[in-house]
Nanobody, 126 residues
Framework: QVQLVESGGGLVQAGGSLRLSCLVS????????MGWFRQAPGKEREFVAAITWSGGSTYYADSVKGRFTISRDNAKNTVYLQMNSLKPEDTAVYYC???????????????????WGQGTQVTVSS
């Protein structure tokens, strides 16, 4: 059974930085794309960033492009989200997600991801 455990959330002032981590167990991590999504109160869960199984390609929502960086360490079964220049509108619960299909090149929508973490709260104060 696949398990995803996020860490690294917290409270930060606008303009600050946080790095989220997601440790994956229960599958061959290096064969699956990974993504980060977020959900603010009263809003739908939205795509933030994704990375292919090899780490060769990354994708970002327009709202975070240039500020957030997704990366992965296949030796540590971990995917990261480095968040810089944080804004109050980045406040949300952030979820790590694993693609349910191995070796796919472009998983970026909710339906592509079959396993989810429990979420970690990120709060950006103004």
């Amino acid at each position: 059974q696949v398990q995803l455990v996020e860490s690294g959330g917290g409270l930060v002032q606008a303009g600050g930085s946080l790095r989220l981590s997601c440790l994956v167990s229960g599958r061959t991590f290096s064969r699956y794309g990974m993504g980060w999504f977020r959900q603010a109160p009263g809003k739908e869960r939205e795509f933030v960033a994704a990375i292919t199984w090899s780490g060769g390609s990354t994708y970002y929502a327009d709202s975070v492009k240039g500020r957030f960086t997704i990366s992965r360490d296949n030796a540590k079964n971990t995917v990261y989200l480095q968040m810089n220049s944080l804004k109050p509108e980045d406040t949300a619960v952030y979820y790590c997600a694993a693609d349910h299909m191995p070796l796919r090149t472009a998983a970026r929508v909710l339906a592509d991801f079959g396993s989810w973490g429990q979420g970690t709260q990120v709060t950006v104060s103004s």
